[in-house]
């Protein structure tokens, strides 16, 4: 136990034996006190050691403010613990979040319509930005549009200028070659179109100028006069000008001939045959044996003394205005150098009308002129004239069809 040191006075120190006396006295109580001070280090060490060896229940709780154990095991989130974030505690986060930890919430209309977010809706349609100009009118709905990256990089200015597809053109001439007459001049309209709106009259027509072929091309009516056709197919280059832009096509023509003419050809009793599908238009509704006629044909008769005509043809009209136009025909025959004789059947009547609007007319005339004499020549040909059946008059041409005197 530590004992008490009573401090020195100049009073008590005077003489050596009072100093003697007052050092025994200091050393004997450093001694005791020197004790008493190992032993609270070692009482001081032995809580440290036990401080960290402690176990909790062994915690003395001198003011009741201990926590107990597991003092928040189990316990609720939404009413044990102060201090909560309001937006962990009230239902949003397991709203807007899967088990897997996915988002689990829809964007509402309004948000997704303000933010401008491309978005996929039901039926796999994409809505928001993406169709932004789905039926927009590039002329007026669509802000510094560019027309200059189409596919086929022509720069069309404000405009999706195009010629329209060229109509086939076919000219029909004989077995040599020429034009039948009514087939030249012809008419060709040609057409252009910018989208829905027709521009055929709205900007400016040209054509080159091409071997085997005469024709023009009205400048501010896209319409082609060909007026002659040397060449049996020849492709003339179009050219149109709208708003500054030029489309370019080929407009083709076909001359389609007829078949030689067959004459003298050997009869199975002795005859001979002719055949030939040269036949001229007709110009009127009158017979014209100078033009609406067939080529002659020659034939000698045979044992039989007869030649039977045959003529099916397949006609449509020369002009392409509204109407519709039938055919009348009959043969003749002569000796040669003589005078021209109806056959005996007479005129025959067609049995389908061309029409502008269904197509092409039929007409089959069959005759035979007997009592002949077997191995005499004789000539034969076939005439027809237009029959005005409704509508616009029109002149009709042979599309289809050989004629043929057959001698036996």
């Not at 009959?330 to 005078?339: D, L, N, S, T």
Request: glycine share 12%; with cysteine; hydrophobic share 35%.
């Amino acid at each position: 136990m530590a004992r008490a040191f009573d401090r020195p006075t100049a009073g008590n120190l005077s003489t050596p034996a009072q100093i003697v006396r007052f050092f025994d006295k200091f050393l004997t109580a450093l001694e005791a006190n020197l004790g008493a001070l190992s032993a609270a280090d070692a009482a001081l060490a032995a809580a440290l050691a036990a401080a960290h060896t402690a176990d909790w229940s062994g915690v003395n709780d001198d003011d009741g403010h201990r926590p107990d154990n597991d003092a928040t095991l189990g316990a609720a989130w939404a009413t044990n613990l102060t201090g909560r974030p309001t937006e962990l505690t009230d239902g949003r986060v397991s709203a807007g979040l899967t088990s897997a930890g996915d988002l689990n919430r829809d964007i509402t209309t309004t948000r997704a319509n303000s933010s401008n977010l491309l978005r996929k809706t039901s039926g796999g349609l994409f809505t928001g930005d993406l169709t932004a100009t789905f039926g927009a009118n590039l002329a007026t709905n669509v802000t510094n549009a560019k027309t200059s990256n189409l596919t086929d990089d022509a720069n069309l200015g404000s405009t999706g200028v195009l010629i329209d597809p060229f109509p086939s053109v076919t000219i029909y001439a004989d077995g040599t070659g020429t034009v039948k007459s009514a087939q030249l001049p012809k008419s060709v309209s040609l057409t252009a179109s910018n989208g829905t709106a027709d521009v055929t009259t709205s900007g400016t027509w040209s054509r080159t100028v091409t071997t085997g072929v005469t024709c023009t091309i009205g400048a501010a009516t896209g319409i082609v006069s060909i007026t002659a056709l040397s060449a049996s197919a020849v492709e003339v280059p179009i050219s149109f000008t709208y708003s500054g832009v030029t489309r370019t096509g080929t407009l083709k023509i076909i001359r389609q001939d007829d078949a030689p003419t067959n004459t003298g050809g050997a009869g199975a009793t002795g005859g001979t045959t002719g055949t030939t599908t040269t036949l001229g238009d007709t110009t009127g509704t009158a017979y014209d044996t100078t033009n609406a006629v067939s080529n002659t044909l020659t034939v000698i008769a045979g044992s039989g003394g007869r030649v039977d005509l045959s003529a099916p043809i397949t006609y449509d009209r020369s002009t392409a205005i509204s109407g519709s136009t039938g055919a009348l025909g009959k043969w003749q025959w002569r000796v040669p150098a003589g005078v021209w004789a109806d056959a005996p059947g007479g005129e025959t009547t067609y049995t389908i009308a061309a029409s502008s609007s269904s197509g092409s007319g039929e007409i089959s005339a069959a005759d035979a002129v007997t009592g002949l004499t077997n191995g005499s020549t004789y000539e034969f040909r076939f005439l027809w004239r237009r029959s005005n059946v409704s509508g616009t008059a029109s002149n009709i041409y042979r599309v289809t069809g050989t004629l043929t005197a057959v001698g036996s």
